[in-house]
């Protein structure tokens, strides 16, 4: 990737970890790459009209979310150029990874045949056969992933049997969407067992993650402890948008939680904490926070 790319990723990275930065300045942001790529002043093969297997399946070994941004840019500017690459990445032998992320992603792309190997790019895959309605096609612990997340097996259970499995690592992608689902008590098991095990900065997270009002008075005195202030401070802004609003229930952003709230906080929320939202409301959006423009609200949903 030339130099001209490099920064223009660079300086987004620095936008998507900002607390501050608005999804207008991303969305500006990636207008400028568009333009870059549309009048031909990209040197990377990623940016040309033509693009060889080998120039595709070098940049996702090289920086794998990088490359996604530019399989977005390029569908924006050829229409029907992902469903195109899809098919090539699904047919690639060596790594599934990225068809499995674009699967997970993109509602309407196929996905592949063989599960994933790695545990990141399990978690996408079982989310993309989850939502097709395709969970039956899981092996263990993902169908019990699945079949919690539709109320039909215990949580607990399923969260400490993928605990164990991925010491923890990676946690979020699939731990979040169990504790949207989760009702006060489930939540509150789940979030007592991970305190035994001593990592109060991951309990912290988890508490805002839930969304859930009644952890308020918990996160509030937590902010008191200088070793966990900064984490329980910002978990508090999650949860009320620094307004000294509680909402019984779950809420987000000082908003109590209904399908409008999301739709105007998918637009209006700081970049940092977008991703968030995708663990409520991924059924209705297209890419990630991480996407090209900030992703897609999906119109009627």
């Given at each position: 990737?030339?130099q001209?790319?490099n920064?223009?990723?660079?300086?987004?990275?620095?936008?998507?970890?900002?607390?501050?930065?608005?999804?207008a300045?991303?969305k500006?942001?990636?207008?400028k790459?568009?333009?870059?790529m549309e009048?031909?002043?990209?040197?990377?093969?990623?940016?040309?009209k033509?693009?060889?297997?080998?120039d595709?399946?070098?940049a996702l070994?090289?920086?794998?979310?990088?490359?996604l941004?530019?399989?977005?840019?390029?569908?924006?500017?050829?229409?029907g150029?992902l469903?195109r690459v899809?098919?090539?990445?699904?047919?690639?032998?060596?790594?599934?990874s990225?068809?499995?992320?674009l699967?997970?992603?993109?509602?309407?792309l196929?996905?592949?045949?063989?599960?994933?190997?790695?545990w990141?790019?399990?978690v996408?895959?079982?989310?993309?056969?989850h939502t097709?309605?395709?969970?039956?096609?899981?092996?263990?612990?993902?169908?019990?992933?699945?079949?919690?997340?539709?109320?039909?097996?215990?949580?607990?259970?399923?969260?400490?049997s993928?605990?164990?499995?991925s010491?923890?690592?990676?946690?979020?992608?699939?731990?979040?969407?169990?504790?949207v689902?989760?009702?006060q008590?489930?939540?509150?098991?789940?979030?007592?067992?991970l305190?035994?095990?001593?990592?109060?900065?991951?309990?912290?997270?988890?508490?805002?993650?839930?969304?859930?009002?009644r952890f308020?008075?918990?996160?509030?005195?937590?902010?008191?402890?200088?070793a966990?202030?900064?984490?329980?401070?910002?978990?508090?802004r999650?949860?009320?948008?620094?307004h000294?609003?509680?909402?019984?229930?779950?809420?987000?952003?000082?908003?109590?939680?209904?399908?409008?709230?999301?739709?105007g906080?998918?637009?209006?929320?700081?970049?940092?904490?977008?991703?968030?939202?995708?663990?409520?409301?991924?059924?209705?959006?297209?890419?990630?926070a991480?996407?090209?423009?900030?992703?897609?609200?999906c119109?009627?949903?």
């Amino acid at each position: 990737m030339n130099q001209q790319l490099n920064l223009h990723l660079s300086q987004r990275a620095t936008l998507l970890a900002s607390d501050d930065a608005t999804l207008a300045q991303l969305k500006s942001h990636d207008r400028k790459l568009l333009a870059a790529m549309e009048l031909g002043r990209l040197d990377s093969p990623l940016a040309q009209k033509v693009l060889a297997d080998d120039d595709l399946f070098q940049a996702l070994d090289a920086d794998f979310h990088g490359a996604l941004l530019m399989l977005e840019a390029r569908a924006r500017l050829w229409p029907g150029e992902l469903l195109r690459v899809q098919h090539r990445l699904v047919a690639r032998a060596e790594d599934n990874s990225a068809a499995w992320w674009l699967a997970a992603h993109y509602s309407s792309l196929p996905c592949p045949y063989v599960f994933p190997d790695s545990w990141c790019a399990q978690v996408w895959a079982a989310r993309a056969l989850h939502t097709r309605g395709r969970a039956s096609m899981l092996a263990e612990p993902w169908q019990s992933w699945a079949l919690a997340l539709d109320g039909e097996a215990a949580l607990l259970p399923v969260v400490q049997s993928l605990w164990e499995v991925s010491d923890g690592e990676q946690w979020e992608p699939w731990l979040a969407p169990l504790q949207v689902v989760a009702d006060q008590k489930q939540s509150a098991a789940v979030v007592n067992w991970l305190a035994a095990r001593g990592d109060d900065k991951l309990v912290i997270q988890l508490m805002g993650l839930s969304c859930q009002s009644r952890f308020l008075p918990w996160l509030a005195n937590m902010r008191h402890d200088e070793a966990l202030a900064e984490a329980a401070l910002r978990e508090l802004r999650w949860l009320t948008g620094g307004h000294n609003r509680r909402h019984e229930g779950h809420q987000c952003w000082g908003e109590p939680l209904t399908p409008e709230a999301w739709a105007g906080l998918f637009r209006r929320l700081p970049l940092s904490f977008r991703g968030r939202l995708w663990h409520w409301c991924g059924q209705t959006v297209q890419g990630a926070a991480t996407s090209l423009q900030g992703g897609e609200w999906c119109a009627g949903s």
